[in-house]
């Protein structure tokens, strides 16, 4: 099925975000509440997938021309043109989250985001998003998410356009994003076989990149309460997620059996490192670390 045409920014418009430029690869959007459903059961916390999504809104409202009634069209570094006849593809994500954020009397409204460009390459760049509450600018929540230009017809990664480098082209960085993934314990890992639902997709009908983390997520709470896990327990829930990393390798789609695969850590007692495969082939490599009881 082809992909609706400007899905991404056609959502900014029903957002009701408020987003300011304070430079041209530099965004602030304000964001009045987090949903009901963002929370876990106890009310407290916030759902680690939730945030990713949190932050995929605001990628929608930055780079979209419908966000404001704005003349003429604006976006971070013109995005809203390049989306026109480019795919913009996550390929991976850095998350790390204040121990503050997981407490109750944290309070999680109002809370704005800052998109700042971190590296930008010839057909990939890395923003950072940065999650603080509206009246107090503390930090919640780093993330950092490097994407590809891809080609509407190839399905592969290009180079940016000759008129949108020859407009932002002097932001071009020397350092390279850098993925690193923890090497795989030699022992058997812990499974959980879930199948891609509506809900999962994006606007590309592909697995959206935080329904990932959602999957491994909830195969990690399975597994630990039933205590499956040698050192990993469920006060690793409780105390909440500090960390994660994601190594996006290849798509899934509507309808897909996957297979999500754990292993304990071998390196920190307090990380879990996950594999999620379709027929055998590695879709993504994903490693989150809890914080333990003492932090």
């Known amino acids: 099925m082809k992909p609706l045409p400007n899905a991404l920014l056609r959502i900014a418009k029903h957002l009701n975000y408020k987003r300011t430029f304070l430079a041209r690869d530099c965004t602030r959007v304000d964001v009045p509440c987090i949903p009901y459903e963002a929370f876990e059961f106890t009310g407290t916390k916030i759902n680690p997938w939730y945030i990713q999504t949190l932050i995929g809104a605001v990628r929608s409202v930055s780079f979209s021309k419908y966000a404001d009634d704005k003349i003429p069209p604006r976006s971070t570094l013109d995005f809203h043109d390049i989306l026109e ?7 991976g994500v850095t998350m790390d989250i204040k121990r503050p954020f997981h407490d109750f009397e944290t309070p999680k409204a109002p809370l704005y985001v800052v998109e ?14 940065d999650i603080r509450h509206g009246n107090t600018d503390e930090l ?22 000759d008129w949108w480098l020859q407009k932002h082209g002097d932001l071009v960085t020397e350092e390279k994003a850098k993925f ?3 090497p795989l314990p030699n022992n058997e890992p ?41 050192r990993m327990n ?5 105390n909440g997620l500090k960390s994660c990393s994601m190594i996006y390798k290849n798509e899934t789609n509507l ?27 590695v879709c993504l490599y994903c490693n989150m670390k809890f914080f333990n009881t003492f932090e």
Do not use: M
């Open 140 to 161: 919640y929540v780093s993330c950092d998410i490097t994407d590809v230009l891809v080609s509407t017809k190839s399905r592969k990664p290009t180079a940016y356009p």
């Open 190 to 230: 812990f499974s959980s076989v879930i199948s891609v639902k509506s809900s999962d997709i994006d606007t590309y009908q592909h697995t959206n990149w935080a329904s990932y983390l959602k999957f491994c997520y909830e195969s990690f709470t399975d597994h630990t309460l039933t205590n499956s896990y040698k």
């Open 85 to 91: 006849n480019y795919f913009i593809f996550i390929i």
């Open 180 to 182: 690193a993934e923890e």
């Open 116 to 129: 700042k460009l971190k590296y930008l390459g010839k057909t990939s760049k890395t923003l950072t998003y």
């Open 255 to 281: 309808g897909d059996t996957l297979n999500v695969k754990s292993w304990e850590s071998d390196a920190d007692d307090d990380k879990v490192i996950f594999n999620v495969l379709k027929d055998d082939k």
């Open 234 to 238: 469920k006060a690793h829930l409780s």
